[in-house]
């Protein structure tokens, strides 16, 4: 089970939860996905192309252990050279997969650079099931 409990004195999230509360259930801990395809090749080179791989390969995780992006209680994002452009890109894509009720609390991340040359982002969540 989840709750989302809106803490008092803080701002209003957008897109995101400030807090989730689990009881019971199957803990998924998703390991940083990168914008690497099936056959380890970069997917893109801005990163809009890039954020929707990786969200996909998110899914393909999630999807293996049994769940689904509705399961994620706490997401990060790695973002090389965050900017406003980047972050609204990552925003559009996210709305596309994210469910926007209850969705996870997160955090983004700005970095210098990822474990791949020309590598953007790298998102990892932790989902509990059931």
Known sequence: ??????????????GYSHAVAVTG??????????ALDASGK???DDIGTQARQVFLNV????????ATFSDIVKMTTYVVG????KLAAIREV??????TAGPPASTLV?????????????????AVIG
């Open 1 to 14: 089970m989840k709750e989302y409990p809106l803490p008092q004195g803080v701002s209003p999230a957008r």
């Open 25 to 34: 259930g199957t803990t998924v801990y998703i390991a940083g996905q990168i």
């Open 42 to 44: 970069i997917v893109g």
């Open 59 to 66: 899914r393909a995780a999630l999807t293996a252990a049994g």
């Open 82 to 85: 965050l900017d406003d452009a």
């Open 94 to 99: 996210r709305k596309g997969f994210l469910p």
């Open 110 to 126: 700005g970095v210098s650079r990822l474990a791949m040359e020309g590598l953007l982002i790298e998102v990892e969540a932790i």
